[in-house]
């Protein structure tokens, strides 16, 4: 049974930071890759980063580009999102998500079907 579960999300006022954790549990982690989507109200589910298993590749939703890192400790079965200048618009619900697929690669997907385990995940409210 593979389970994540996020934690670190909050309120907080634009230009500030949040620091989202993913802790993996189970037959998963440190041989795939892992990213973070999110959902504003209304809107689909949509990519904001991801990296790949050995953390050497990271890749960004152009909204995110230059705010936003991705990172994990493998041996903490832990991925991180460190968020700063956040916007209103960073606003939504933040999904931890692991592909079960063994790649040792650059590889990591950039798309929500590429990923097969989701975290229950956390809010993040930027007020303006």
């Not at 949509?46 to 705010?67: C, H, L, M, P």
């Amino acid at each position: 049974q593979v389970q994540l579960v996020e934690s670190g999300g909050g309120l907080v006022q634009a230009g500030g930071s949040l620091r989202l954790s993913c802790a993996a549990s189970g037959r998963i982690f440190s041989s795939n890759a892992m990213g973070w989507f999110r959902r504003a109200p209304g809107k689909e589910r949509e990519f904001v980063a991801a990296i790949n298993w050995s953390g050497g590749s990271t890749y960004f939703a152009d909204s995110v580009k230059g705010r936003f890192t991705i990172s994990r400790d493998n041996a903490k079965n832990t991925v991180y999102l460190q968020m700063n200048s956040l916007k209103p618009e960073d606003t939504a619900v933040y999904y931890c998500a692991a592909d079960r697929r063994v790649m040792h690669s650059d590889y990591a997907g950039l798309t929500r079907y590429e990923y097969h385990y989701w975290g229950q995940g956390t809010q993040v409210t930027v007020s303006s």
